[in-house]
T-cell receptor
Framework: AQSVTQLDSHVSVSEGTPVLLRCNYS??????LFWYVQHPNKGLQLLLK??????LVKGINGFEAEFKKSETSFHLTKPSAHMSDTTEYYC????????????FGTGTKLQVIP | GAVVSQHPSRVICKSGTSVKIECRSL??????MFWYRQFPKQSLMLMAT?????????EQGVEKDKFLINHASLTLSTLTVTSAHPEDSSFYIC?????????????FGSGTRLTVV
C-alpha cells in the first residue's frame, strides 16, 4: 500500500523568496518519488525524481527536493520564486521498479505574488 | 526524450454519444499505459491500467463497460467513453513509461477536456 500527502493545498510566496511545498509519503516498499507540475488545462511535466540514488535531487527550473526516509518526506524547494512558478504541483509516489501503480497527492497550488 | 501524444485536446459531445480518446507513445514502445481522470480543482485519479494485447485493469469504482480501453499496439491506447453523460465531463490524461529509459518517470499526454452537453 502507498499514499502521499501534500500538506498544503495553497502556498503563497512573494517573488524572490524561497518556496517550500511539503510532501509526506507512506509506502510498504522502497518508493520512487516524483514532483510534477501542471499548467492549466495541460498535462503534467516532470520536475524531478528520487529513485534510491542521491537523496538530494535537483530538477528543472531551479527546483530541488530531499528524500528523508526517517521523516518519510520529500519536500520541494526553490531558493527564489519566480512569477512563472505560479501553477499546480503534484507529489507522486510509486513502488521502485516495474510498472507499478502511481499515486498522486492532492496537489498544491503555488501562487507567486509580485 | 519520451513523448506521449494525446488527441483530441478538447471535445464536446451530446449526451448519449460515445467519444474516443487516443494516447500514442511517439518515440518509444509502451507495453503499459495509464488513464487518469481529473475533476476541477482535484487531483488525478487513476482509472485503469492499459496493457498491450490484454484486458485493461480497472480501479475500483470505474465502470469497465462505460470506459472501454483498447491497447492494440505498443504505441497506441484508446479510451472510449460510451453513452456519455454530463457527469462524465472531466479532464482525461494518459501516461506511459519508456521501458528503455534510464530514469524512472512517467510521461504524460497533454490531456483531453471532455464536455458532455
Amino acid at each position: 500500500a502507498q499514499s502521499v500527502t501534500q500538506l498544503d493545498s495553497h502556498v503563497s510566496v512573494s517573488e524572490g523568496t524561497p518556496v517550500l511545498l511539503r510532501c509526506n509519503y507512506s509506502s510498504s516498499y522502497s518508493p520512487s518519488l516524483f514532483w510534477y507540475v501542471q499548467h492549466p488545462n495541460k498535462g503534467l511535466q516532470l520536475l524531478l525524481k528520487y529513485t534510491s540514488a542521491a537523496t538530494l535531487v535537483k530538477g528543472i527550473n531551479g527546483f530541488e527536493a530531499e528524500f528523508k526516509k526517517s521523516e518519510t518526506s520529500f519536500h520541494l524547494t526553490k531558493p527564489s520564486a519566480h512569477m512563472s512558478d505560479t501553477t499546480e504541483y503534484y507529489c507522486v509516489v510509486t513502488q521502485s521498479g516495474g510498472y507499478q501503480k502511481v499515486t498522486f497527492g492532492t496537489g498544491t497550488k503555488l501562487q507567486v505574488i509580485p | 526524450g519520451a513523448v506521449v501524444s494525446q488527441h483530441p485536446s478538447r471535445v464536446i459531445c451530446k449526451s448519449g454519444t460515445s467519444v474516443k480518446i487516443e494516447c500514442r507513445s511517439l518515440d518509444f514502445q509502451a507495453t503499459t499505459m495509464f488513464w487518469y481522470r481529473q475533476f476541477p480543482k482535484q487531483s488525478l485519479m487513476l482509472m485503469a491500467t492499459s496493457n498491450e494485447g490484454s484486458k485493461a485493469t480497472y480501479e475500483q469504482g470505474v465502470e469497465k463497460d462505460k470506459f472501454l480501453i483498447n491497447h492494440a499496439s505498443l504505441t497506441l491506447s484508446t479510451l472510449t467513453v460510451t453513452s456519455a453523460h454530463p457527469e462524465d465531463s472531466s479532464f482525461y490524461i494518459c501516461s506511459a513509461r519508456d521501458p528503455t529509459a534510464s530514469f524512472y518517470g512517467y510521461t504524460f499526454g497533454s490531456g483531453t477536456r471532455l464536455t458532455v452537453v
